[in-house]
Structure formats: structure tokens, C-alpha cells
Antibody, heavy 120, light 108 residues
């Protein structure tokens, strides 16, 4: 069974940093691209960042570029998101999601999310 | 950057009725990279349709997707109580993902 479990969220002050984690199991992690998608309270879905299976290709939404860094460790079946210079508008539930060629790069599995709150 | 506009914002229907949800792209896109998701309250999104018309694993056949170019449609043939949720369309291309703003399907 495919499982994605996020952790690392919490309350942080504006300008602060946080590192999110996503633990993957039930599939060959190194075969898939991985993504972070966020959802502000009561709002829609916003793509944040993607990383290819071997970390060769990395992409960011304009809203986080230069502040967030995505990375992965295929040996540990883990995905990360380093978030720096956090702003109030970064407050959201952060999901990790898998994507692969089998679903034409749609996000076929999602975790339950980890909540990030940025407030003074 | 491609913008996806979903309509209507809210759709009020009764169980057993047919639902038609629209997703319009600001420019022509490849249907190969259009997907639809369902999100129930308090849950993570679930992939329903990818490649504009292919059902994801385990998705009932009352869900179908169609469209090309700039206009894409998600159809639910006969609504079940568990189908009342928020639906999002998504496009992947040019190294980024874009989501529509969502359509809320509510019980009439």
C-alpha cells in the first residue's frame, strides 16, 4: 500500500524557517517524481515545488522561489522541503504527492498533510 | 503561465442527478496533462481522472472526463451521497502545475 506521511509542521514567526519531511513507503520511491502542494485555510490547492526521481530536475512556484528548497534522499525514501524567510501567506496545510509517468504526471497519491502556521 | 478557470463555483444537485463540471484553460493545452481531483472535507485530494479522460485506479465508472484544447469537462453520471465534495482540475506543463480554483458540489 502506498503511504506518504508528512511531518515537521508547526508555528513559526515571520522570517523564520521550518523543514518539512515526507516519509514514503509501499512503492519504489526512486522511480517517481515528488511534489509539495499546499492549501491555505479555506482556500484551494496551490502547487509549491517538484523534484524528479534522481533530483536532476527541480521546479518551484514563483511565490516560493528563492525561499524554499526541495530535496530528497532515495536511500531513506524521504522527501524534504526547507522553508526559509517564511511569511504569513505561507500559512497552509502542506501535502506531499507522488507523480509518475503511469498517471501522466498527475498526483496519484497524497499524504494527509502537515500544518504550517506563520504568525507573530 | 496558464490559468485554469472552473465553473460553476458552486453546483447544487440532488443524489441521482448528473453533474457536469467545467474547466477552461487560458490557452490551448495538451489534454494528456489535464487531471481532476476530488477533495472531501478534512481529507487530502484524490486523483479521479488523468490524461483528460482516463480514470485513476479504483475510481467508479460514473466519473468520466472529456475535452481538448481549452475546454475540459468532468461528468458524474449519477450522484451518490459521497460525491458531494470540492473538485479541482489541474494542468501539468512547462515545468509547473496549475490548479483551477475549484467547484463545490453541494446537496440541493
Amino acid at each position: 500500500e502506498v503511504q506518504l506521511v508528512e511531518s515537521g509542521g508547526g508555528l513559526v514567526k515571520p522570517g523564520g524557517s521550518l523543514r518539512l519531511f515526507c516519509a514514503a513507503s509501499g512503492f519504489t520511491f526512486s522511480d517517481y517524481s515528488m511534489n509539495w502542494v499546499r492549501q491555505a485555510p479555506g482556500k484551494g490547492l496551490e502547487w509549491v515545488s517538484s523534484i524528479s526521481s534522481s533530483s536532476s530536475y527541480i521546479y518551484y512556484a514563483a511565490s516560493v522561489r528563492g525561499r524554499f528548497t526541495i530535496s530528497r534522499d532515495n536511500a531513506k525514501n524521504s522527501l524534504y522541503l526547507q522553508m526559509n524567510s517564511l511569511r504569513a501567506e505561507d500559512t497552509a496545510l502542506y501535502y506531499c504527492a507522488r507523480s509518475g509517468y503511469s498517471a501522466l504526471y498527475a498526483n496519484d497519491y497524497w499524504g494527509q498533510g502537515t500544518l504550517v502556521a506563520v504568525s507573530s | 503561465e496558464i490559468v485554469l478557470t472552473q465553473s460553476p463555483g458552486t453546483l447544487s444537485l440532488s443524489p441521482g442527478e448528473r453533474a457536469t463540471l467545467s474547466c477552461r484553460a487560458s490557452q490551448s493545452v495538451s489534454g494528456s496533462y489535464v487531471a481532476w481531483y476530488q477533495q472531501r472535507p478534512g481529507q487530502a485530494p484524490r486523483l479521479l481522472i488523468y490524461g483528460a479522460s482516463s480514470r485513476a485506479t479504483g475510481i467508479p465508472d460514473r466519473f468520466s472526463g472529456s475535452g481538448s484544447g481549452t475546454d475540459f469537462t468532468l461528468t458524474i453520471s449519477r450522484l451518490e451521497p459521497e460525491d458531494f465534495a470540492v473538485y479541482y482540475c489541474q494542468h501539468y506543463g512547462a515545468s509547473l502545475y496549475t490548479f483551477g480554483q475549484g467547484t463545490k458540489l453541494e446537496i440541493k
